[in-house]
């Protein structure tokens, strides 16, 4: 069962990866500038195992630094955000003064792209780390407010009653029922959250510093090693797929109550 | 002694999208300490709306609703209270919902335990400690629901429509096991209903309420002996009860401001 859905995943990027060998091979596509799989795959190799010695490219054995760079500025940006943008989400949920002074706020400050705030963000925090964590905090940030508040707005009326006849407090009914009962949302908003953070640090290392896979990405197609870029977008790809499932494992562990309700 | 519940006057309006409606209308009532008294009404009548005021949900717009003589102010676990739909928190377990009064109170868990450990034998919950609400039948569900108020030993016992959503077998279960329970500790309750057959089985007074706006039209003591079980269903004297019940029911069915009212049938 399991064999045959795996298959079904696989059969559309392996007939992908056929057609995209076959445009290079046929020269369906301008010969040197899209490079074929086996190219890719050589030139990502040496960029995760070579040596200087064994190489003369310049990324030879940096892929791993690099993913470092990207994934540490992910996480720093992602629990920024988090921190900030689940307890904020649940006060302007639970609290309609809060929601009246800040929600505005956010609404208006929410379409402006993470793009257009790169030349703010360099000219505030110059080129380094704290521009590219500013970047991403504020693009996670807005899934993970907006998530929060609409998960606490919808918590059940009867619950909220049964647990003050019970004797909760407003602390007891925040953190044992309001919060609890806003979680599925929560994550909803953490796992938009990662993958808007993916986006914003590619943005922030093609501009704001110098190090990170948006960085290389950006390097090499500036000369013309068209192969690391495609290896590149396959990493951050795959760096996002990894991530996510981090969460989602998390959530499933977290809500296990709800998995048996889909069930029952 | 001041009675344990009563309502003087009491009305409630709701505005709802610029309409005003108004839910119950000049309420009297008074329930006396231990008494087992139900309220019952057709839907809409304004019935949960009642039993919110006492547990401290809903304010009233005019009059007094009192308990122990005292305003009722705010929720309270003296007035423990058992929805119709369970409302058991779904991310905790069977034995987490039962504990939850206890502990959100910080009583030291060497006091709660054996009342739990009792309520479990008696609730018939024994083996369904780490079960969560989602695993639950709908009966199990309200003995987990009655079980986390019982914990508490609330000086009333607010109950509405507690088994109108079971199926009529584990309804008949579930309130001889109410039965049971009230039977041996005799506290306060306040019980609300639509089945006439279920008030007459469980209560000490029935009072009938009219269609909306409601008031309390009639009330009736309920003289049949004690202790009970299904089988006063079929008594003669159930069976008067019975047939007066109908027909105070029945008068509202040709009242136009009854809009949920049972028919006749
Ligand atoms: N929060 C509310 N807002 C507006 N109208 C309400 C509200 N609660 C109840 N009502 C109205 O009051 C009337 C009585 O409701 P309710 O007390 O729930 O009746 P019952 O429990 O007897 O079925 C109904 O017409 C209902 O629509
Ligand atoms: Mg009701």
Redesign the interface.
């Known amino acids: 069962m399991t064999v045959r859905r795996l298959a079904w995943a696989l059969a559309l990027p392996i007939a992908l990866f056929v057609l995209w060998d076959l445009a290079v091979r046929q020269r369906w596509v301008v010969e040197g500038i899209i490079p074929a799989p086996a190219q890719v795959a050589a030139a990502w190799y040496t960029w995760i195992f070579g040596t200087a010695t064994t190489s003369l490219s310049p990324y030879s054995g940096t892929w791993l630094a690099n993913v470092a760079h990207s994934t540490r500025r992910v996480i720093e940006g992602f629990l920024l955000a988090a921190a900030l943008g689940i307890p904020l989400g649940v006060f302007i949920g639970w609290n309609r003064a809060v929601a009246r002074a800040v929600d505005p706020s956010i609404q208006m400050l929410r379409p402006i792209p993470i793009t257009a705030w790169l030349p703010f963000a360099i000219a505030v925090f110059g080129i380094y780390d704290a521009s590219a964590r500013f970047l991403i905090g504020l693009g996670a940030f807005y899934p993970i407010v907006v998530n929060t508040t609409h998960g606490v707005r919808d918590t059940n009326l009867l619950l909220l009653r049964a647990a003050r006849m019970l004797g909760a407090g407003p602390a007891a009914v925040l953190f044992k029922v309001v919060f609890r009962s806003a979680l599925p949302s929560i994550f909803t908003g953490l796992r938009l959250g990662i993958g808007v953070a993916w986006t914003a640090v590619i943005v922030a290392e093609m501009i704001a510093v110098k190090s990170g896979l948006g960085y290389v990405l950006w390097d090499a197609y500036y000369v013309g090693r068209m192969d690391i870029c495609v290896a590149t977008m396959f990493s951050v790809g795959l760096l996002g797929f990894l991530s996510d499932q981090v969460i989602l494992r998390a959530s499933r562990v977290a809500l296990r109550w709800r998995a048996l309700e889909a069930h029952g | 002694m001041a009675p344990a519940v009563e309502l003087r006057g009491v009305a409630k309006e709701f505005a709802a999208r610029g309409r005003h409606v108004v839910a119950v209308e000049s309420i009297d009532l008074a329930v006396a300490h231990n008494e087992f008294a139900a309220i019952l009404g057709p839907s809409g009548c304004g019935k949960s709306t009642l039993l919110n005021m006492v ?3 809903e304010r009233p717009t005019r009059g007094q609703v009192l308990v122990e003589g005292e305003p009722v102010q ?4 003296g ?3 058992v ?1 119709q ?1 369970a ?6 377990t069977v034995l987490d919902n039962i504990a ?2 206890p502990r ?2 910080g009583t030291p868990a060497a006091q709660y335990r054996p009342r739990i450990d009792t309520l479990l034998d008696v609730m018939g919950l024994r083996g369904f400690e780490r079960h ?4 639950l039948s709908g009966g199990m569900k309200q003995r987990v629901g009655l079980a ?2 019982l914990i ?1 030993e609330p000086a009333v016992l607010l109950m509405d429509e507690p088994f109108g959503s079971l199926d009529a077998q584990t309804r008949s279960v579930m309130q001889e096991l109410l039965l049971t329970v009230w039977e041996r500790r005799q506290q306060t309750v306040l019980f609300i209903t639509h089945d006439i057959e279920e008030a007459l089985l469980l209560a000490d007074t029935v009072s009938v309420m009219t269609a909306r706006p409601g008031r309390i039209k009639t009330r009736i003591a309920v003289d049949l002996p004690r202790p009970r079980s299904l089988e006063v269903t079929t008594s003669p004297r159930f069976n008067d009860l019975k047939r007066r019940l109908l027909a105070l029911v029945r008068e509202d069915t040709f009242n136009p401001g009854a809009d949920h009212a049972p028919r006749a049938r």
Do not use: C
């Open positions: 547990a401290g949900f705010a929720p309270h676990p007035r423990a209270v929805f739909e409302a058991l928190f779904p991310w905790y939850f009064g959100t109170r969560y609400p989602a695993e986390r108020v508490m």
